[in-house]
């Protein structure tokens, strides 16, 4: 039972198998209809063509030789006679006026004229195959093109210039040409077969091809270009013109280069915002969050800043590799060089200026942060610098592009920060709230804004200084200096020289409308009838104002000059706070030696007076201590006088007692000896 039960079970697979094995047979077959289903629509279009062409061509034999006919069975009848017009008047309406001289032949020459038409058509069958290759040599090269065997296509189309050489041009009168009209079909037929395989070869261009494979489509392209120069030159026979014709086909062919391989250059970029580049966002993005959708898009900017670096020197080289070296050092070919060269250079110019464009608004869409800014010109600057080993560079032009980014950045953090000061101050003065605007001011600020260290002044001098304590008092305004120094830190990531005087126009900008702010501000702080806390908001407008013009206003620009690099301003700025810091420490080491010389003299007079009063004290002291001796020796001798009171006390005392026991011993003695005398 378990042996039929497999056998069922092996024979069910092989049915499915079979059945799997004919859908996939089936699917094939389908796939390679509609592969070739050109091909077949083709050849049914071949088919039909060739057999309207056989009908035609037995229409017009029939036509041609029915007056033949009709005269050799003429000439052939005894009975007829050049008197019987009865015949000649049913065929009158078909035939001319050549006929008629036919007619007037004898029969002869007639005979001798089909004769001669027979031998023709008998040489002419026996070269039957030969005829037959003739006429499939336009499908055979078709097929050749379809094919990709560009060597056997090409050498049908040589083939086909020999056969017009040989069958055409030899011909002086019109009516031997026209008695080639085989030839000259077939001929024609191979010409469109090249207009095909032109097509062909620079549409594999349009592809990703490598070095061998672009240079065996070129040397195709030129063997093409040679067919046709031989054409030309059999028909024509000039030979002062073949090297004209000979550098615009060249022209043209770099022209078809260029131009494939700049289909192929462009369909391989991602424009950011396309359907693609959405795609390929999503994939990288599945939760959809803005920072890395963001990311995603500067990604894609940096891969295509890539991909375009690489596919154009790639066809710069290929180019230059394949064209450059096809020209000799001669006079003759100085001008096609040069003309090869401004060709390159034209194009190369077009596909930066290009470059440049789609670099400039994809980073003024999708690039809103420094970082991501400076990655695009480190690959850009990479990109000219590479095109500048083929005389391409173009670093010049890219400091247009990104210096009002910069710029446009760093000022777009700062008025953030004084627009978020703006709305902090009028929201507390609508409200009527005071406390958003003061904060804690710490015992460690007050220390460090007045003390300064020496030693320090060439380290603060070379990077960004602390900033102020003070603000802590003013949360608003230390805010805004927050997000200055954010646009700072910013702006050292992707540090422009190019940029320098927009931003330092743009931070005078900034200051003057932060004072223009906090100016309208205390304005409107004073007006009268100000609700909630007026007092403190007051007080809060003009701390701010005064704090901004004394503290902020100094620090916000040597922080800027310190971002930016600026080492004379740094050297300056650092003299000046050495010596200020000199002025400082030499008031304070006079102020040292002052309080030092008033706590010395201090110390002298508290010690001399602790001398005087020490002497005093031991004079007290020694009396004191005489006193204490008679003190102690008059308690000792009334102590000892009242010791001895007290034994002489205790000694009495024992006396009495000694009295009374004897006395209470002889009572019981008496009282026993009564007893006894009673007894």
Known sequence: MTDISTFNHHEADERVAAKHAVSIAEENWRSLCTQYASTFVAAERRSSDVQSALKELLQEIHVN???????????????????NNDDEEEDSEGEGEQEEEHLTQPASTLLADLAEKHRLRRRTLMQHSSLLELLELPSLMDACVRSSLYEDALSIAGFANTLERRHLMESVSEKEEQKQTVVVGVVSEIRRREADLRRMLIHRLRGDV??????????????LNGVELERRNNKSGEQHDLEGVHAAMEMRLQVDFLEARDAWLEGGITKIGSAQAAAVAAASDKGGASSSRTSAQAEQILDGIERYRTRCFEIVTQFLAIFRGSFAPSTSS???????????SMWTAR????????????????????????????????????MGRVGADFQSQLAPIFEPLLTKM???????????????????????????????????????SDGI?????????????????????????????????????????CLLPGAFPSIRLAHNKLIADTKMALQANERAALTPGLRGEATK???????????FDKCVEPYMKNSLEVALGSFDYAVAEADKVRVEAEKKAAVLVAEKARVEAEERAKAEAEELAAKLKAEEQTA?????????????????????AKLKAEEQTAAAEAAIEKVKVEEQDNSKEEMEAADLQSD
């Open 210 to 223: 490598t070095m061998p494979q672009c240079l065996e489509v070129v040397t195709a392209l030129r063997r």
């Open 351 to 386: 596909r930066v200026q290009t470059f440049l464009t789609s670099l400039n608004t994809n980073l003024i869409s999708h690039v809103h942060d420094t970082a991501t800014l400076r990655d695009a010109l480190d690959a850009s600057s990479f990109f000219a610098s590479s």
């Open 65 to 83: 030789t029915k007056p033949s006919v009709k005269r050799v069975g003429r000439a052939l009848d005894p009975n007829y006679g050049e008197g």
């Open 620 to 640: 007290a002291a020694e009396a004191a201590r005489v006193e204490a001796e008679e003190r102690a020796k008059a308690e000792a001798e009334e102590l000892a």
């Open 410 to 448: 760093i000022v777009g953090y700062w008025s953030d920060g004084l627009n978020g000061m703006s709305e902090t101050l009028k929201a507390c003065r609508d409200a009527g709230i005071a406390g958003p605007l003061f904060g804690t001011e710490t015992s460690s600020s007050k220390d460090n």
């Open 537 to 547: 908001l007051r007080e809060a407008a003009a701390k701010m104002k005064a704090e």
């Open 453 to 493: 260290n020496v030693d320090d002044v060439d380290v603060q001098s070379s990077r960004t200084p602390h900033p102020p304590r003070s603000l802590l008092a003013l949360p608003p305004l230390a805010r805004f200096l927050n997000s200055y120094l954010t646009g700072l830190n910013e702006l050292r990531r």
């Open 334 to 344: 100085s001008n096609n060089q040069d003309h090869s060269y401004s060709l390159l």
